[in-house]
T-cell receptor, first 112, second 112 residues
Framework: AQSVTQPDIHITVSEGASLELRCNYS??????LFWYVQSPGQGLQLLLK??????LVQGIKGFEAEFKRSQSSFNLRKPSVHWSDAAEYFC??????????FGKGTRLHILP | NAGVTQTPKFRILKIGQSMTLQCTQD?????MYWYRQDPGMGLKLIYY???????DKGEVPNGYNVSRSTTEDFPLRLELAAPSQTSVYFC???????????FGPGTRLTVL
């Protein structure tokens, strides 16, 4: 069965700094991968997804992620964060069995 | 389109009571999912459905039941509420498993 790990529970960055959120998955073949964002008291919104093709994926709100098969990773990046990016971020993986499994999330804090 | 709607928004149950969480989508999506979200634990898949009449267990199905008699509706039933079922419940839908999941606003359930 597939699994996903987000090693960082909390991350704090200064406004304007770059950001990288880590995601590692476990699955034998090529999974399909997602990043979602959840603002306080809200449901989840898709930032980007990957299931084939170019391993560098562009998403909404200036986010991008890179699929690295050799490292079983799908890290999320943003070159310059804004205070409005403060939220919880979830990596999710699907593996061909109709289920999507979510990681435990990384809460992003932004320093002014 | 209303998207994914969930009712109720909040509910307090006593131990041993039963209730149904309602979920309706108006996007004609085949796939529907129920998740629970607990602090620091991310989203755990309870049940999912790939179409009307077809349901399957997720990661944490014990204590819950579902049905899918129509494409639009995917109710989640709690038969004998327990304090461990205190959580925020999200319903989601997608056209295919590789597509974006659209989330409802959530139901906050407390069992006392």
């Amino acid at each position: 069965a597939q699994s996903v790990t987000q090693p960082d529970i909390h991350i704090t960055v200064s406004e304007g700094a770059s950001l990288e959120l880590r995601c590692n998955y476990s699955y034998g073949a090529t999974p399909y991968l997602f990043w979602y964002v959840q603002s306080p008291g809200q449901g989840l919104q898709l930032l980007l997804k990957y299931f084939s093709g170019d391993t560098l994926v562009q998403g909404i709100k200036g986010f991008e992620a890179e699929f690295k098969r050799s490292q079983s990773s799908f890290n999320l990046r943003k070159p310059s964060v804004h205070w409005s990016d403060a939220a919880e971020y979830f990596c999710a993986v699907g593996a061909g069995d109709d289920k999507i499994i979510f990681g435990k999330g990384t809460r992003l804090h932004i320093l002014p | 389109n209303a998207g994914v709607t969930q009712t109720p928004k909040f509910r307090i149950l006593k131990i041993g009571q039963s209730m149904t969480l309602q979920c309706t989508q108006d996007m004609n999506h085949n796939y529907m999912y129920w998740y629970r979200q607990d602090p620091g634990m991310g989203l755990k898949l309870i049940y999912y459905s790939v179409g009307a009449g077809i349901t399957d267990k997720g990661e944490v199905p014990n204590g819950y039941n579902v049905s899918r008699s129509t494409t639009e509706d995917f109710p989640l039933r709690l038969e004998l509420a327990a304090p461990s079922q205190t959580s925020v419940y999200f319903c989601a839908s997608s056209p295919e498993v590789t597509d974006t999941q659209y989330f409802g606003p959530g139901t906050r359930l407390t069992v006392l």
